[in-house]
C-alpha cells in the first residue's frame, strides 16, 4: 500500500479577528492550498477543548515533499493571509505525517473526527503497531458511529510520535463508557497501553471541506 501524508496545522487566533480569520481561512487560504499538485484534500476542523490550539486545518497530500514544493510555499504567501491574518494567529503546531496503518485513508465524510495522539517505549513499537491494527482498531470500527480510522506517525520530535484519526458521527461516541470499555478488550489493555505515554485527545467538528 503506497505511503501518503497527512499535514496536520493547529492554531488559535486573537477573539477579535476570528470572524475575518474563518472568511479568509475558507475563502481564500485553504483553497490557494488545496489547489497546488499533490494535496488530495484540504479540510478544517473547530474543536472546544481550552487545552489543545482551538482549530485545525488538515491536509492529505501525495506525499510529505508537497510541503517543500515551491508552489505549496507560494499558495501559502499568496492573499490576505500572511499580512492580514497570520499575524493574530497564535499556539501553532504544524506537523507532518506518514501513513503508517489503519485504513488507506481517510473518507473525509464523517461531521466529526477524534484525533489520538501518543508515544510509545520503543520495546513496545512492533507489538503497538501489530496490535493497533489487526486487533484495537478493528474492535472499535465494530461500535456505531465509528465509520473509519487512519493511523500516521511523525519524525517531528516536539510532538507524540503516533497520531490516529477517527472518523466518528457523534462527538458523545469517542471516550465514552463504551469506547473505553471495547479499549480494553484483548490485549492491547495489558501488553501496550502501560508502554504507551504522552497522549493526547482532541474530538473536532468539521466546518470546511475542499
Known amino acids: 500500500m503506497s505511503t501518503h501524508a497527512l499535514y496536520l496545522v493547529r492554531m488559535d487566533v486573537a477573539h477579535d479577528h476570528e470572524a475575518t480569520f474563518n472568511n479568509v481561512y475558507d475563502r481564500e487560504h485553504v483553497p490557494n492550498l488545496r489547489a497546488v499538485p499533490g ?5 478544517r476542523y473547530r474543536q472546544p477543548s481550552p ?12 506525499g510529505a ?13 499568496a492573499g490576505q493571509w500572511p499580512g492580514k491574518i497570520r499575524p493574530h494567529t497564535m499556539n501553532r503546531h504544524r506537523t507532518l505525517y506518514e501513513w503508517v496503518g489503519g485504513s488507506a485513508a481517510l473518507t473525509g465524510k464523517t461531521p466529526y473526527v477524534f484525533w489520538v495522539m501518543m508515544d510509545v517505549e520503543p ?15 478493528p474492535l472499535l470500527l ?40 471495547t ?6 489493555k495489558p501488553e501496550v497501553r502501560p508502554y504507551t505515554y504522552n497522549k493526547r ?10
Not at 39 to 43: D, G, L, N, Q, T
Not at 51 to 62: F, G, I, K, Q, S
Open 51 to 62: 487545552t489543545e490550539p482551538r482549530y485545525l486545518a488538515v491536509y492529505e497530500m501525495d
Open 39 to 43: 494535496v488530495r484534500r484540504a479540510s
Open 183 to 188: 479499549s480494553d478488550v484483548g490485549r492491547w
Open 123 to 137: 520495546h513496545r513499537e512492533a507489538l503497538f503497531n501489530e496490535l493497533y491494527d489487526n486487533e484495537h482498531l
Open 65 to 77: 515533499g508537497v510541503v517543500d514544493s515551491a508552489a505549496w510555499k507560494a499558495a501559502g504567501e
Open 201 to 210: 485527545y482532541i474530538v473536532s467538528e468539521r466546518i470546511f471541506s475542499a
Open 142 to 181: 465494530k461500535l456505531p458511529g465509528s465509520v473509519n480510522a487512519v493511523r500516521y506517525r511523525t519524525a517531528d520530535p516536539a510532538e507524540p510520535r503516533y497520531l490516529c484519526a477517527y472518523e466518528v458521527e457523534r462527538t458523545d461516541l469517542p471516550m465514552s463508557k463504551l469506547w473505553n470499555d
